[in-house]
């Protein structure tokens, strides 16, 4: 074995020894999560030195938890939400892209830029107003009342965008040539275009909404409006708070949304922009 080759071997080793490391330093606090979950109430969790694993497995902490909290109801509103979210954004964030990257008008330049300088605003400062207009709407304690800050994003509007922009304009062209108008173009031609983008969008939009705790718990009173976050919450009681039950609602809780990423991740990866033409 040459020099060369078995200096590179050693970098090949080094670097996955790295990503190995990174890999257990980012999934430990998950593990943790679901080996408490799964302990029985007669171990002790605080125990030193750590037990990693459980020594008897048991799923009574999932149980007790979905018998003595309206979980499935939770699940619903979370579900509810999330979807209505999603498809709500990427409409209006689709639509409000369009016109950005591939019509012209006076002071397109500027709205972007007006646009994209909001991800600056932390959502702390809008809140109050938010909150103010969500109540003079009549939206408090509902569903629309939760999805209200979400229906479009200028992180969105940026995504969607740049997409549209790597659009070749032959495409466009050709559906103008055969009678399209510009809204055909946008629904037939540019949004299959932008799959992965959507996609993509789709995804973060759902995990922001599936784990948002803040303003939920701002504009939600009645727990039957509860989303799975907040239902979590309620676990930790004032005068009692057993980890294994709140373990257990927290990997129900986010267990949707791992299924949700591992089904749809091969639709982030690129595609042939030229896929968009249909017939």
């Known amino acids: ?16 020894t790295i990503l190995i490391a990174i890999a257990i330093v980012t999934l430990f606090p998950l593990f943790w999560l679901v080996s408490t979950a799964l302990k029985s109430q007669t171990e002790n969790i605080f125990q030193s030195p750590p037990q990693l694993f459980p020594s008897q497995p048991t799923f009574e902490n999932f149980v007790s938890v979905w018998q003595s909290n309206p979980f499935g109801q939770y699940l619903f ?32 330049d500027w709205i972007f830029i ?20 969500t109540v003079q709407l009549g939206l408090r304690n509902t569903y629309l009342g939760i ?39 946008w629904w037939h031609v540019m949004l299959p275009a932008v799959r992965p983008a959507l996609v993509t969008l789709a995804i973060f939009v759902f995990i922001g909404s599936w784990s948002d705790f803040l303003w939920p718990l701002i504009v939600i009173q009645d727990e039957s409006l509860y989303t799975l976050p907040l239902g ?24 949707p949304v791992m299924i949700l990423f591992v089904f749809l991740q091969r639709y982030i990866v690129p595609t042939e922009t030229g896929s968009g033409v249909k017939g």
């Open 1 to 16: 074995m040459s020099f060369s080759s078995r200096n590179s071997q050693v970098k090949n080793i080094g670097t996955y």
């Open 77 to 108: 509103n979370s579900t509810l939400v999330a979807v209505l979210t999603v498809g709500l954004n990427l409409l209006f964030c689709a639509l409000a892209a369009y016109p950005l990257a591939r019509l012209s008008f006076p002071g397109r």
């Open 114 to 133: 007006a646009i994209i300088s909001t991800i600056m605003i932390p959502f702390q400062i809008v809140m109050i107003p938010l909150y103010i207009l």
């Open 147 to 185: 999805i209200f800050p979400s229906l479009a994003s200028a992180f969105g509007i940026f995504l969607l965008r740049q997409a549209f922009m790597s659009v070749p304009k032959e495409m466009e062209e050709a559906a103008r040539m055969d009678g399209c108008s510009e809204l055909g173009i």
């Open 232 to 255: 979590v919450a309620k676990l930790a009681g004032t005068f009692s708070l057993d980890w294994r039950l709140v373990a257990a609602g927290s990997v129900i809780s986010i267990l």
